[in-house]
């Protein structure tokens, strides 16, 4: 990257800061920048998983029906009492399995499977090897289900929140159920129910942190492999320990992450509550 | 039955790892609840230089996941034990996973507590810590007479909210800390007993069922002392502890 510099700027820089330019834009570092994209992706695909099973499980949540209600009760309280690390290695590992008992089903012949007893998977053909985008996209289905049932909580509230007589007055109008659901319901959940998603948002993008136990070589395993001692000279730079060096990077990064966030969503509710009263006085 | 025998076989095996879990959670609440309570009134504080070190403590650590500053923290230890610990004679001490553990533990809660107690601490109304300083009352007896009693007792449900995630955090820390012989917790039990047979299902589930255990207790136990905390207001109709993750 350094001859990609303008000679006068080269020039300019001096020996020591061209060094550490070069060092910070070798191969190794220029590929721990891009797999920042492994992050973005997993908090934004799981962002619209948690939203579209938030919204199914409010949907059951506030069901008529006891079996579905019971269900999504049960959805939304798993997370009182499991940690979200625990689902988000126990889903990505399940779903293989059922794909590969599934696949056993067809491909293994009776006899591998006598074969293999107590083996997983059944016999070798039904063996599915994940690349790191099949386990980046378990990973955001399995952000979507611990989050969404945050998310579901969320905005089953906001539902109850919009104001008894708004919906009186679109019943009075001869708004049928469904149409007083997503009119006006739906419409007008939404300021009452970001700040809450904001919060749900923040605690997402916190735990993109873990990918790299799903072995995707994410941000945090970059930094541990760049920060790693390095004592051979035909390895790139000699220098220490530096790890500590690369998580505060991490650090700052997620913290700013949080900090725009929170900008975004601050102007997304003040763009969702323009012309209410309520966003007013919350302002 | 098999799969019974099964079940019971994990539950056994995994009782000796989950005190691991609740030691790690355990060790850090004292510390990390009196750090957060200094926290707290620092960012209240109108000194600047206080009020901005807690603001920056408390953002950097609730607006950056644990499992990095397991990391960080954990490697920054490990790079200060040639030039400290050692010559110091403590790194027994400082490289072990049983006092770093809590130790990062208590710095993430204390962030987490400082910003509920700081809520908590505007909601105290003016004329009571007017009236106490009316009643000649000196700065530390304001606070243990007006403001800490009412700070308690407004932070007690979020409180509680955030010991049960302070216990779930503990499933992280034998992700990034060595484990020694069988200083195992559920997590990583759960994980070697998979690696064994690949039966996922099993492990995690018994794993989760640990996890959902004490985390009902807890919820119990800290329910308990807040009836004793109110039992001098009138009963509303609902005081239980409603549960709420981590809000920021």
Same mark, same amino acid.
């Given at each position: 990257?350094?001859?990609?510099?303008?000679?006068?700027?080269a020039d300019g820089l001096g020996d020591e800061a061209l060094f550490w330019f070069g060092y910070l834009t070798d191969g190794r570092h220029l590929a721990w920048y891009s797999s920042v994209q492994f992050t973005l992706i997993a908090a934004l695909l799981g962002g619209l998983c948690a939203l579209g099973f938030g919204l199914l499980g409010a949907g059951m949540v506030g069901s008529r029906a006891l079996p579905v209600r019971l269900f999504g009760k049960a959805y939304v309280n798993m997370v009182r009492g499991v940690p979200d690390v625990l689902f988000f290695l126990f889903f990505p590992l399940a779903f293989e399995q059922g794909v590969e008992w599934m696949a056993s089903s067809v491909i293994c012949s009776p006899e591998d499977i006598a074969a293999n007893p107590g083996r997983w998977p059944p016999c070798p053909a039904a063996n599915w090897i994940l690349g790191t985008w099949e386990y980046l996209l378990l990973a955001s289905v399995s952000l979507g289900i611990v989050y969404g049932a945050f998310t579901a909580n969320v905005i089953h509230g906001a539902l109850n929140a919009v104001p008894r007589g708004q919906i009186e007055a679109a019943r009075a109008y001869g708004f049928s159920a469904s149409q007083v659901f997503w009119r006006i319901r739906v419409r007008q959940m939404w300021i009452y129910a970001l700040p809450g998603l904001s919060n749900v948002w923040l605690l997402l993008i916190k735990a993109t942190a873990l990918l790299s136990?799903?072995?995707?070589?994410?941000?945090?395993?970059?930094?541990?492999?760049l920060g790693a001692p390095n004592f051979t000279p035909s390895a790139g730079l000699v220098h220490p320990d530096w790890r500590w060096y690369y998580y505060l990077v991490l650090l700052l990064f997620y913290?700013?992450?949080?900090?725009?966030?929170?900008?975004?969503?601050?102007?997304l509710t003040r763009w969702a509550g323009r012309g209410m009263a309520v966003a007013e006085a919350r302002a | 039955m098999n799969l019974l025998d099964a079940i019971f076989a994990d539950i056994a095996l995994m009782a000796r790892p989950a005190l691991f879990n609740i030691y790690f959670a355990f060790a850090?609440?004292?510390? $990390?609840?009196?750090?957060?309570?200094?926290?707290?009134?620092?960012?209240?504080s109108h000194n600047r230089l206080t009020s901005a070190f807690s603001r920056g403590y408390i953002y950097a650590f609730r607006g950056s996941?644990?499992?990095?500053?397991?990391? &960080?923290? /954990?490697?920054?230890v490990l790079s200060l034990n040639i030039p400290l610990w050692r010559p110091w004679g403590i790194s027994w001490l400082m490289l072990s996973p049983l006092f770093l553990g809590p130790a990062i533990l208590m710095l993430n809660t204390a962030a987490y507590t400082a910003e509920i107690l700081y809520g908590a601490l505007r909601t105290i109304p003016k004329g009571e810590v007017e009236a106490g300083r009316a009643f000649g009352m000196s700065r530390l007896q304001q606070f243990r007479f007006v403001t800490w009693p009412h700070m308690i007792r407004i932070a007690w449900p979020a409180y509680t909210n955030e010991v049960v995630f302070?216990? =779930?955090?503990?499933?992280?820390?034998?992700?990034t800390l060595p484990v020694i012989d069988n200083q195992q917790d559920l997590m990583n039990k759960a994980r070697e007993l998979f690696e064994r047979d /690949?039966?996922?299902?099993? =492990?995690?589930?018994?794993?989760? $069922? /640990? #996890?959902?255990?004490?985390?009902?207790?807890? #919820?119990?136990?800290?329910?308990?002392? /807040?009836?004793?905390? &109110?039992? =001098?207001l009138p009963a509303e109709p609902d005081r239980r502890i409603r549960y709420a993750p981590r809000w920021l």
């Open positions: 990257m350094v001859d990609l510099l303008p000679a006068w700027l136990l799903l072995q995707i070589v994410d941000i945090v395993s970059w930094a541990g492999r913290v700013l992450l949080t900090f725009l966030s929170e900008k975004g969503f601050a102007a | 850090a609440i004292p510390l $990390g609840f009196l750090f957060a309570v200094l926290l707290a009134l620092g960012k209240a996941p644990f499992f990095i500053q397991l990391f &960080m923290i /954990y490697s920054l302070l216990f =779930h955090a503990t499933a992280l820390v034998y992700f /690949y039966n996922v299902f099993l =492990h995690f589930s018994v794993a989760a $069922g /640990y #996890f959902l255990a004490i985390s009902l207790v807890i #919820f119990f136990i800290f329910r308990r002392i /807040y009836r004793r905390l &109110m039992a =001098h």
